[in-house]
DNA sequence: AAAGTGATCATG
DNA sequence: ATGATCACTTTG
């Protein structure tokens, strides 16, 4: 089990995202607890034209840590209800992110940080030097399949309907 | 099918 | 300061 390398993350988005499946998230609590949970299903979210991103109004205060270098983590409040967490990817200057929506035994994006008590405290977080989370890989070479992406109608042509969500195949169902 | 919930961003 | 808009979940 290695920690996964630097460079990974500073890949384009539409390469980081299906990569992502099947690696381990690991997120270490303050009380010294650990989970580790395999990655089932991610989205991808490229660029200011890409118009389900929240990078099509440019750089704000929100947007900000999409525009830096490939891993950084993005967290952010949705519907006022959920954090949503993200990995940034690519290079810096090209907003980019791989929207994490499911893990092993958490499925939903809101639900996953909920259950690793996932929050704002980790929005721009470095996964590659945090002591707080960061992901593994063991060479679990991953079947998936793509659909268009999930609760993004604002969206417009062609990126409401792109295949940017990616989904771990289980070769044991 | 719809409510619940609050940060964010654009108005004034 | 106020109002609209959401990368969702749960309930009925």
């Not at 290695?2 to 990974?8: D, G």
């Not at 109004?57 to 949503?84: D, K, Q, S, W």
């Not at 707080?132 to 992406?149: A, H, M, N, V």
Request: with cysteine.
């Amino acid at each position: 089990m290695k920690k996964v390398k630097p460079s990974f993350y500073k890949q384009d988005a539409l390469i980081v995202g299906p990569s992502l499946l099947g690696k381990i998230l690991v997120r270490k609590l303050d009380n010294g607890k650990i989970f580790r949970y395999r990655i089932t299903e991610t989205e991808v979210y490229r660029g200011e034209e890409d118009k389900a991103c929240h990078a099509r109004f440019g750089i704000t205060n929100r947007t900000m840590p999409l525009y830096a270098e490939g891993g950084l983590i993005y967290v952010y409040l949705c519907y006022g209800i959920h954090y949503l967490f993200n990995i940034v990817t690519g290079e810096k200057g090209k907003p980019q992110a791989v929207l994490i929506r499911g893990i092993e035994n958490h499925n939903g994006p809101g639900k996953l940080t909920k259950a690793l008590n996932i929050d704002l405290n980790l929005n721009k977080e470095n996964l590659n030097t945090s002591k707080e989370i960061w992901l593994e890989e063991d060479g679990y070479q991953p079947f998936y399949k793509t659909t268009s992406r999930i609760g993004i109608d604002y969206a417009t042509e062609p990126y409401k309907s792109i295949e940017w969500r990616f989904v771990l195949i289980d070769k044991d169902s």
